[in-house]
């Protein structure tokens, strides 16, 4: 049986029962973040354009689009609800991909929904088959496809979004390897396009393409069965020397995923690269009880090819703030906080944070690898460790060391983290009440029993 088999045969066979008991609250919790930062995604900059794209694009349909009271055509509503879910670079992180599965697999799943009643616990076991499916094709490609050039999110997540729906619709394991085929053909993202709105749309074509790839191989439409492996293949074409389709398939569920390594729910608004360096600044800055005034300099390292999606270090706009290092350096030493403001253009832009920038020195450090065997194969926001010091205009200075950031899964954000969070997504939205965001949260965190998930997204609509 060759990988695209072997992977159909998973999405179809598996169920909750295979299911350890932790990985349930642990997908509950990466869920009701991802609806989160879907509906935030609702008052980012890129609403006003989807807004009038929406309108050109003549889709009408009953498919909710979250964070507004608008609806759309099924597909549509998945290319927006996916663009609103990365819009802010506030959703999770698959470090092994390494992409954003979530908005992808949540945004195709609700858009295919059409009315049909679909139970919490049927929707959470559709979401873990593919984040398992969409990660282990990730290991497989290993980071030397994220090196080339691609975005793994629009590459590699769409086939998470694709599982999952196989998953809950209950497609076929030969029109799930036709649908595989079809997938592989509108696989896309560019790197290049990091700190722009092309950015999160990777994400919403994602989505997109996988209801598109499941309607057509559900129609009867044929591609390649074996897509994955085969010589002029997806692995083939889109890894590198590594890459190897069976490591894909070796993996799954063993363990699950969502259950180990796990995925990181962000504490900020940005690129995951940088948090760790956030995180330092916050916690110096608190340790030594000062303010921005106080600050002689900030110094911080980086492991090597930690920065290398960090191309802003002057920053001009809120979008490119996010891929920045300096610029959140500096926001957190003169704020003490890193928060959805902390990324609008009027931030990025203040003379404060141009006049800070003389005071922070940030590069790479080869000290920084550490010893970590795993090194090359990490993600530029999970490989060794960094290290920041702030020096004080009075003597004083303090360093830390941080190897693993906020929200990671060795320091996993509470319910009640995610509940502020959800709260302030919502008020992000401007669409959104704060009634209404208590209940969906709450209704969230109970999805396992919930009947009906279409009930929890007509909260947010």
Not at 116 to 139: D, P, S
Not at 242 to 268: C, Q, R, T, Y
Not at 341 to 364: G, L, Q
């Amino acid at each position: 049986m060759g990988a695209t088999a072997a992977i159909a045969a998973f999405i179809a066979n598996t169920s909750t029962r295979d299911f350890p008991a932790a990985l349930n609250d642990k997908a509950k919790k990466a869920i009701a973040d991802t609806f989160a930062v879907m509906i935030a995604g609702a008052g980012s900059e890129v609403a006003e354009p989807l807004r009038r794209y929406l309108e050109l694009a003549h889709a009408p349909g009953t498919a909710p689009i979250l964070g507004t009271g608008t609806t759309a055509a099924p597909e549509t509503a998945a290319l927006i609800n996916g663009t609103y879910g990365h819009a802010l670079d506030y959703d999770d992180v698959l470090s092994l991909m390494p992409a954003h599965p979530s908005a992808v697999i949540v945004a195709a799943l609700l858009a295919s929904l059409n009315g049909k009643c679909v139970t919490g616990a049927a929707f959470i076991e559709a979401y873990v088959v593919g984040v398992e499916v969409g990660g282990n094709i990730g290991r497989g490609m290993t980071n030397g496809h994220y090196q080339r050039g691609f975005h793994a999110t629009g590459t590699l997540a769409l086939f998470s979004g694709l599982a999952a729906l196989a998953k809950l619709h209950g497609l076929e394991t030969a029109a799930t390897e036709q649908a595989f085929g079809i997938a592989s053909s509108m696989a896309g993202g560019l790197r290049r396009n990091f700190g722009t709105m092309t950015k999160p749309l990777h994400t919403g074509i994602a989505a997109r393409s996988a209801l598109t790839a499941f309607n057509l191989a559900a129609s009867g439409f044929t591609a390649a069965p074996d897509v994955l492996e085969a010589k002029t293949g997806f692995f083939s074409s889109y890894g590198v020397a590594e890459s190897n389709p069976e490591v894909a398939v070796k993996s799954l569920g063993k363990p699950f995923i969502v259950a180990d390594p796990g995925l990181a729910l962000k504490k900020f608004p940005c690129c995951y690269a940088s948090h760790r360096a956030i995180d330092g600044v916050l916690a110096l800055r608190a340790k030594l009880n000062c303010d921005a005034k106080s600050i002689d300099q900030v110094i911080c390292r980086m492991p090597p090819g930690g920065m290398h999606v960090l191309t802003y270090p002057r920053p001009t706009t809120g979008l490119e703030g996010k891929f920045s290092l300096d610029y959140p350096l500096a926001a957190a030493a003169l704020d003490g906080q890193c928060t959805l403001w902390t990324f609008t253009d009027e931030a990025v832009r203040r003379k404060e944070v141009a006049d800070f920038y003389a005071r922070i020195d940030a590069k790479e450090d080869a000290a920084c690898r550490g010893d970590d065997p795993l090194f090359e194969s990490r993600s530029s926001g999970s490989r060794g460790f960094v290290e920041v010091e702030v020096r004080l205009n009075d003597g004083r200075s303090e360093r830390l060391r941080i190897d693993r950031p906020p929200g990671s899964p060795h320091r996993e954000l509470s319910w009640d983290d995610l509940a502020q969070k959800f709260s302030d997504c919502a008020n992000h939205s401007g669409h959104v009440s704060a009634d209404a965001a208590t209940k969906t949260f709450a209704a969230l965190r109970a999805l396992d029993a919930s009947r009906d998930i279409n009930g929890i997204a007509q909260l947010l609509c």
